[in-house]
C-alpha cells in the first residue's frame, strides 16, 4: 500500500540556520512527489514536486527537495531559514495510476529569531 | 477571482440541519477534490472528480454527499452531521495528466458542528 511518513512531529531551528524537514514514502513503481505548506487558517500551498530528472528539486519561496531512490526518502531542505517560513509543512506521493495525493501527518517547523 | 475559492468561510450547523460547501476553481482545471482536516490527523481525502476517474473513498459516512456539475464547481452537501464531523474541508482541483498532478487548494471551511 502506499504511504507516506514524516517521522517528525515538530522541527525547530534558528533564523538563519539550514532547515531540513524529513519525508520517507513508500510505493509502487516511479513515485510522484510533493511539498506543500500551511499557514494558519490557510489551505495548503504548494512547494515544489519530483517527476523524474535531477534529484535535487528547486521550489518556491527557496526551498528545494532532495529525492533519493535507495532511501526512498524526499527531504525538504532550505539553506537560511526565515521567521516567516514557521508553518505546518506535509510530504505528499500520487497515488499509482490515478490523480489523488497521499499526505503525511505533517510537521510543524518553528523558526525562532 | 483567481485560484480556488471556497464558500462560505465558516459554518455552525446543528445535528438536524442540512447545508452545502461550495468550491469553484479559476485555473482551468479538470480534476477537483474534496479533503478533510482534522487536528491531529492526516488529511483524509473524501471525494476526487476527474476526467479520469471518480472516486469515493468507502469511507466517508453517507451524510457526506458531493456534487460536481461541470468542471468549475464542486459541492460537499451535508446533512445530519455528527459533532466529530467538525473540521475544515479543503478544496483542490489539479490539471491531469498534463499537468503534473500537483493539486492547488483553496482556503477551506471551518466547519463546526453542535
Known amino acids: 500500500a502506499q504511504s507516506v511518513a514524516q517521522p517528525e512531529d515538530q522541527v525547530n531551528v534558528a533564523e538563519g540556520n539550514p532547515l531540513t524537514v524529513k519525508c520517507t514514502y513508500s510505493?509502487?513503481?516511479?513515485?510522484?512527489l510533493f511539498w506543500y505548506v500551511q499557514y494558519p487558517n490557510r489551505g495548503l500551498q504548494f512547494l515544489l514536486k519530483?517527476?523524474?530528472?535531477?534529484?535535487l528539486v528547486k521550489g518556491s519561496y527557496g526551498f528545494e527537495a532532495e529525492f533519493n531512490k535507495s532511501q526512498t526518502s524526499f527531504h525538504l531542505k532550505k539553506p537560511s531559514a526565515l521567521v516567516s517560513d514557521s508553518a505546518l509543512y506535509f510530504c505528499?506521493?500520487?497515488?499509482?495510476?490515478?490523480?489523488?495525493?497521499?499526505f503525511g501527518k505533517g510537521t510543524t517547523l518553528s523558526v525562532s529569531s | 477571482e483567481t485560484g480556488v475559492t471556497q464558500t462560505p468561510r465558516h459554518l455552525v450547523m446543528g445535528m438536524t440541519n442540512k447545508k452545502s460547501l461550495k468550491c469553484e476553481q479559476h485555473?482551468?482545471?479538470?480534476?477537483m477534490y474534496w479533503y478533510k482536516q482534522s487536528a491531529k490527523k492526516p488529511l483524509e481525502l473524501m471525494f476526487v472528480?476527474?476526467?479520469?476517474?471518480?472516486?469515493e473513498n468507502n469511507s466517508v459516512p453517507s451524510r457526506f454527499s458531493p456534487e460536481c456539475p461541470n468542471s468549475s464547481h464542486l459541492f460537499l452537501h451535508l446533512h445530519t452531521l455528527q459533532p466529530e464531523d467538525s473540521a475544515l474541508y479543503l478544496c483542490?482541483?489539479?490539471?491531469?495528466?498534463?499537468?503534473?498532478?500537483?493539486?492547488?487548494f483553496g482556503p477551506g471551511t471551518r466547519l463546526t458542528v453542535t
Open positions: 505528499a506521493v500520487r497515488i499509482p495510476a490515478g490523480t489523488a495525493l497521499i
Open positions: 519530483y517527476i523524474t530528472g535531477d534529484n
Open positions: 485555473l482551468g482545471h479538470n480534476a
Open positions: 483542490a482541483s489539479s490539471q491531469v495528466p498534463a499537468g503534473g498532478y500537483e493539486q492547488y
Open positions: 472528480y476527474s476526467l479520469e476517474e471518480r472516486v
Open positions: 510505493v509502487s513503481g516511479n513515485p510522484y
